[in-house]
């Protein structure tokens, strides 16, 4: 008898399953023949019959007879009793030969009990056909159903679930469990042909309205575009940022953040609260240069060119620039080293900044840091904040359209912290070229490249920019103007630009030499030109009211004319005092506006060697007046006495202003040692210099601007530690011309030089 492989199907006895003739053929190796009998075997898995084995099986099968071989397509087979599987073999040819055993049913159904859940089944299954296109063939099959597994085995092909659980109604001994376990199944499975069948309906209706949205929204598009090409002044807003934001170049995270957000912009709708935020936020990112711009060589001759005629002097600073502008030029590269300018105010920081960009050809952006404190105003604040916006950097580049402007951020010494965040940490990612390409500011929140900006700090003060953020810079000190330069940068560049801002044509002011050099001696006092420019405004601003009444022209003024016209006194310069007293000593200091002179002063009072300190010292001059008192006593112990039997007064001149700095050592011991010794110190001889407990003369900062001072105010003869020998190469000739300078290496040999010559101070035997 033929044996027929079946799988994942409904075969229980008292059944009729319904199989296509070809796979009949395929599975038996036969024609399907009216009433053979065959044996169903249910395979645990798909497979050919070529492929089976003898553990292909379950172990229960189930007999039939073929009681139709083309019932609409369809070879009918009647399911009668269940069999064991004693022996499986297969034949070399193909066939499968079988040892069965009879597996009797538990008979324990109730006939009407069945008849009436048969009858509900198959009313819930026509009614779940009902309106389908197939409800005429399903009334047909139904209309043959006698029994509960003719109802399973005709829906099996519909029911989901897995082979084991189907083979499980055939291994079931007991009628009436096997009749419960079919009626579940079938009623189970449709319950979740229903469900699918709505998910399906609702996924369905869906998709026709975004079908149906996309086909309207094509058609308005389409119209729009009809409408834009015969108006485009009535291109809306919205639709101007989608263009510009579909050719911005932005990178593959941009472009995500953009589509989503543009995305939710177009949702969200014109009433929305957020569609503002959100409109300015893509704004900003359209607005951004995205692209990268090509480097271009830079001619050397012509850059030089515009530095000097836009500034006057600062050989040393223009020659750096020329140099960074030579490796750029050689390595193709928009940037190169972080610059930081040092400077008193007024030296043309900044300004030179924007002779870098002309000379450059490229845009010019200042961004202010004095007084920021908040680390949102470098990168930006968050868009979940209430007036979110981005930091000053991304803001600037923003502003100036480019990817590769001349970038000067201005006093990142006046940087401070508070409980906002630290701004010069957040600084440390601008400023590092590893990290800058892909600098994140909190409003953009994708990377932005700033790779290709040349950077550029300024400062007044090393002392309060932190470490790790100095360390990413080059040091350019800008020293302070000599006389000559601040009269040539008057004459060429302050007094023209003063006459065009007030509305003075050429040759209707002149000014005299000696004006302007009266200008520079008496009215400002200064390293730099800042208050030298503020004379000229007045200046030309007074001139204007002369031509303004019809006085003649052109109007000229001489020195004499000044103190009406800059409606001002001349400022009282510190000038060398003509008479030389024991106990006081010139000295030089360094302010963060240039270099000025000092006197220290000192006294001996009848007391009991109380040493009294005035003048607004800070800490490092009081420790240094110490070692210097110390120091005199080392070396006049004839004079020892002197500090035990009086009181010594120390004093340093303008006591509401502070003074502090390690550069005093060597001017409070020369003062001591003449007081000691009655041994005056002409008032024309200055010193700067620290000194240790041996008597060394340690080095300083700050020369130039020290010798400067000392040159405006009449000092002829200038003692400078030996070790700042090398410094003197950044002082002007003008200032080393105008002064004797003289090294030391320790104090004997200062005192020696100023005639003060120390015994042998006594030995202390060890």
């Not at 968050?382 to 006093?411: F, Q, W």
Request: aromatic residues 6%.
């Amino acid at each position: 008898m033929p044996v027929l492989p079946i799988h994942n199907s409904v075969a229980v006895p008292q059944s009729t399953i319904y199989l296509r003739p070809d796979y009949y053929r395929t599975m038996t190796g036969r024609e399907p023949q009216q009433d053979a009998k065959v044996i169903l075997i249910v395979t645990k898995e798909p497979i050919a019959r070529n492929a089976v084995k003898p553990d292909s099986f379950y172990p229960i099968g189930v007999a039939g007879i073929v009681r139709e071989t083309n019932m609409q397509g369809f070879v009918t087979v009647e399911l009668d009793s269940r069999v064991n599987l004693e022996e499986v073999e297969i034949q070399p040819e193909g066939g499968i030969h079988l040892k069965v055993s009879r597996r009797p049913d538990l008979d324990d159904l109730d006939p009407v009990d069945a008849r009436n859940r048969l009858t509900a089944v198959k009313e819930a299954v026509l009614a779940f056909g009902e309106g389908k296109p197939w409800q005429p063939a399903l009334r047909v099959f139904a209309a043959l159903w006698t029994t509960m597994g003719d109802v399973a085995a005709g829906l099996s092909p519909w029911m989901p679930g897995k082979s084991e659980e189907r083979y499980a109604l055939l291994a079931e001994d007991s009628k009436a469990r096997r009749f419960e376990m079919m009626e579940k199944m079938i009623y189970e499975n449709l319950e979740l042909m229903k469900v699918g069948n709505e998910v399906r309906t609702a996924q369905e209706e869906d998709h026709q309205k975004i079908y149906r949205e996309a086909a309207i929204k094509k058609q308005l598009e389409y119209l729009q575009n009809e409408l834009d090409e015969l108006h485009p002044e009535n291109i809306s807003d919205l639709q101007k940022l989608e263009q510009r934001l579909h050719d911005a170049p932005l990178n593959e995270l941009a472009r995500k953040e953009c589509d989503k957000v543009l995305s939710r912009l177009k949702q969200e709708g014109k009433n929305s609260a957020e569609y503002g935020l959100l409109y300015d936020y893509l704004d900003f990112l359209s607005n951004l240069p995205w692209g990268k711009a090509e480097p271009k060589d830079i001619d050397l001759d012509e850059a030089e060119k515009i530095l000097d005629a836009d500034h006057f002097g600062l050989a040393k600073v223009k020659r750096r620039i020329i140099q960074q502008i030579a490796v750029m030029n050689l390595k193709k590269r928009q940037s190169g080293s972080i610059l930081l300018f040092v400077g008193a105010p007024g030296t043309g920081k900044t300004s030179i900044g924007q002779s870098i960009a002309k000379a450059l050809g490229r845009e010019y952006v200042r961004v202010s840091l004095g007084g920021v404190r908040d680390e949102a105003d470098i990168r930006g604040h968050r868009r979940t904040y209430i007036g979110a916006m981005p930091g000053r950097i991304l803001d600037g580049i923003s502003k100036c359209g480019v990817s590769n402007p001349v970038m000067v951020l201005d006093e990142v010494d006046k940087l401070s912290m508070s409980y906002n965040g630290d701004p010069a940490s957040a600084l440390l990612e601008v400023l590092d070229p590893e990290q800058n390409s892909t600098f994140t500011d909190h409003y953009l929140n994708v990377p932005f490249d700033l790779s290709d900006v040349f950077f550029i700090c300024t400062a007044n003060s090393l002392d309060t920019i932190p470490q790790p953020l100095l360390d990413r810079m080059e040091l350019i000190s800008f020293q302070g103007y000599t006389p000559t330069e601040k009269q040539e940068i008057a004459r060429l560049h302050l007094l023209p630009k003063a006459m065009e801002a007030v509305g003075i044509g050429e040759g209707e002011l002149e000014l005299s030499e000696q004006a302007i050099q009266a200008i520079i001696d008496d009215y400002t006092r200064e390293a730099g030109v800042r208050g030298l420019k503020k004379c000229m405004d007045t200046l030309c601003r007074s001139a204007a009211v002369h031509l303004v009444r019809g006085g003649e022209k052109p109007m000229r003024v001489e020195q004499e004319d000044l103190r009406e016209l800059l409606d001002m006194r001349p400022l009282p310069h510190r000038h060398v005092k003509e008479e030389a007293k024991p106990g006081v000593v010139t000295g030089l200091a360094w302010t963060p506006v240039g270099g000025d002179v000092l006197y220290i002063e000192t006294l001996l009072t009848r007391g009991g060697g109380k040493t009294v300190i005035t003048g607004q010292l800070g800490d490092v001059m009081k420790e240094s007046a110490q070692i210097a008192v110390s120091l005199v006593k080392h070396l006049f112990p004839e004079h020892a006495n002197l500090f035990e039997e009086n009181d010594l007064h120390i004093h340093v001149p303008d006591g509401a202003t502070p003074k502090d700095g390690p550069s005093a050592g060597v001017t409070l011991t020369s003062s001591l040692s003449s007081l000691v010794t009655g041994i005056p110190v002409p008032p024309t001889i200055a010193m700067t210099g620290e000194v240790s407990l041996q008597g060394d003369v340690k080095p300083i900062g700050g020369l130039p601007e020290k010798l400067m001072a000392a040159q405006r105010a009449g000092v002829k003869t200038v003692f400078i530690p030996e070790e700042n020998v090398d410094d003197l190469r950044e002082v002007a000739q003008e200032v080393r011309d105008a002064l004797e300078i003289i090294p030391v290496r320790d104090v004997e040999e200062l005192l020696g030089h100023l005639g003060i010559h120390p015994k042998e101070p006594t030995r202390i035997a060890s």
